[in-house]
């Protein structure tokens, strides 16, 4: 439906225990909810008709709309909650097949992989509320539902202003398992656990689709040795191991380890990293899944990703077509 | 992470241990065999175990009204709690205590405890004890998500943060204060979120995957033996049965909520896990389980034949002994 946009806010970003293993701050949900009404209000003022919101165990969005006069119809789009990330996956399934023209999601780089692989080809506005999140960015509530509310209103062309973005698929002999936006990592047989990663001595290749100085995790490991933007079409594969430069990397936010780097290389799309089992992934920083010895995975980075808003190239573009803008002689009569 | 496969095998079975003793002692107290209520922790054995895997026997713990799998984790005797249980002699307190008040000093359990929250300024006085000892000894204090909103808990929070005690406060969060769901008596959804409030940080972690309650704790543990003060541990959990018993039906809980936290039992998480791993197979899985069974059994008649306490004793173990 035109002018609608879908929200997914993730009631459980920012809380894990890299709180405990390095100095991450803490998200708490009532900010969650005084971001996601900033961004209804945005939203409002876009002239969006229609929202749709994964529901949570928070009442994120409830929440947030309970203190607004808000224009649009809000309306959530599943039924059962599990809490945990198969609620994202599903609730941008729904949002998807509804013909939502924009998604808006609170949370770091997990929720975001967990909304790809959901829906792939709604436009996302990504904002930062996770730990050291290199794919959400750290923007204005309020110019985040604007930048939405322009691409629903017909204000932004999301083919210039929300390019596809590069993920890395991943296959267990042979067959697809799953994606990552920024990096997958391969650790030495261990357990998935506590899901973030720490141990860097455990990590034996990272594959990044962006690797840029200035982040934090393994997207900055790769941003010293061979930075790579989200532009470029292709991706970086470090082996880690004595032989070659030693990064003193922030690995976690406010955890700096030294890391040595055996090999360093750039990496085509489509070409394809094998890993022999055993092997536990991280994907996205967080540890998911083992494979056993006698399996083999590859992984391979494309530009098939969802696409991602720029909100500043979206509000320039809807800038110049009018959006917000009324006849000033009109605004001075009426006011 | 690095742990043994004997230590794997060891909280496995541990864990089978609590549900076990559990199991039994839940229809034991229907056939009037146990004396007195039991609060049974069946559904929740991955936080007690993954926690009490990363202490050493001269750490302390303190322990709630759902205490069993505290005492079972950190090593408790199994056959002088069931005769705790069965008001026996040879029981923890000799017969006089009965579930919420057994202790095992030895082990660095100073008790289970009948009142809520009423663990948490105990286990700020044992941090403040293994401060000052300076052994490298640390306190993890057990609550609940119904003790979480009790003052006596946000005292002892804010003591040890102040003092930088070696605290280790982990918050059993099973959804459920008595009969009330937690939704209805907290504002926030992590009750962890409250740890900074208090200067400490404060993690979630997934409760039904004793690993990940390790990790989070082996990390704790670390900081307070380092001597940088208290952290905060909420394992998210659920209890299968009711508050007191086995399940009465007393205030339903919806039956997909139910059925969802059942799918993901600590238990058989943990237990295919090491078998994908070739730590245990399922033969020997099994062949733990029906040991820990033949223990628990065992446990029972040792509490049947055991003596009643004489009522000489009744006056015994009320005050200490003052030595000078």
Redesign the interface.
Known sequence: MPGTVGIIAN??SG???R???AHAS?F???EKVSIVRRAMVGLAAAGVERVLYMPD??HICTKAAAELDLPFVLEPVAD?L?ADALDTVRAATAIEAAGAAAILSLGGDGTNRAIAKGARNVPLVALSTGTNNVFPTMIEGTVAGLAAGAIAAGAADPAVVAPRCKWIELAVDGIGRDVALIDAVVMAD??????AIW?IDRVREVVLTRAIPDAVGMASLGGFVGPVSPEDDWGLHLTLGQGGPCVTAPIAPGLFRPVPIAAVRRLEFGARVAVAGPALFALDGEREF?I?DGEEASLYVTRLGPPVVDAHRCLTAAQEVGFLRSDITAAVQSG | MDLSNDKLIEMFTRMTRIREFDERAGHLTEEAKVVGSVHLYVGEEASGVGVCATLNDDDYITSTHRGHGHLLAKGGDMRKMFAELYAKSTGYCHGKGGSMHMSDLDLGILGANGILGAGAPIAAGAGFACKHRARGQVTVCFFGDGAASEGAVHEAMNLAATWKLPVIFVCENNLYGEFMAYSSQHAIDDVSDIAQGYGMPGVAVDGQDVLAVYEAAFEAVGRARRGDGPSFIETKTYRYYDHVGRDYGVVPRPEEEVNYWKSRDPIDIFRATLIERDVLSDASADAITQSVRDEVEAAIKFAEESPEPEVSALLEDVYTEVTA
């Open positions: 009631p459980a809380k894990d225990i709180r405990l293993v803490v708490n949900n009532y165990t928070f059962t599990r261990g357990f998935v656990a506590s899901r141990r083992t056993r």
